[in-house]
């Protein structure tokens, strides 16, 4: 199973960028997926998650500017970044908590990160 990450790069604050990841290999089932972020000299922190079902969460710090979204059909999980600011300058790493093999009954519950993907955001 492979993470692949896309969309970063360099935003101005008040801009807005968009995160995609795509969940490829030997799936069976996706159970939750996660953004987080890594700024230097920083924990990495959980910034959203989303289960199968479309709940979501997110972490104060970007509540009402970023939006979780999902596609278990593609096993694709987007992250809408608006209203930047500096303070959201980090990588950011997609994570996926799910079941892999090739068969149900076979299956193992794994959980994969991806390379992750910088966001700068100049002031």
């Known amino acids: 199973v492979q993470l692949v990450e896309s969309g970063g790069g360099l935003a101005e604050a008040g801009g807005s960028l968009t995160l995609s990841c795509a969940a490829s290999?030997?799936?069976?089932?996706?159970?939750?997926m996660e953004w987080y972020r890594q700024a230097p000299g920083k924990q990495r922190e959980l910034v959203a998650s989303?289960?199968?079902?479309?709940?979501?969460n997110y972490a104060d710090s970007v509540k009402g500017r970023f939006t979780i979204s999902g596609d278990n059909a593609k096993n694709t999980v987007t992250l809408r970044l608006n209203s930047l600011r500096p303070e959201d300058t980090a990588v950011y790493y997609c994570?996926?908590?799910?079941?892999?093999?090739?068969?149900?009954?076979?299956?193992?519950?794994?959980?994969?990160w991806g390379q992750g993907t910088q966001v700068t955001v100049s002031s």
């Open positions: 994570n996926a908590d799910l079941y892999e093999g090739n068969h149900w009954a076979n299956r193992i519950r794994q959980n994969y």
């Open positions: 989303i289960t199968s079902k479309g709940n979501s």
């Open positions: 290999g030997s799936i069976l089932s996706i159970n939750v």
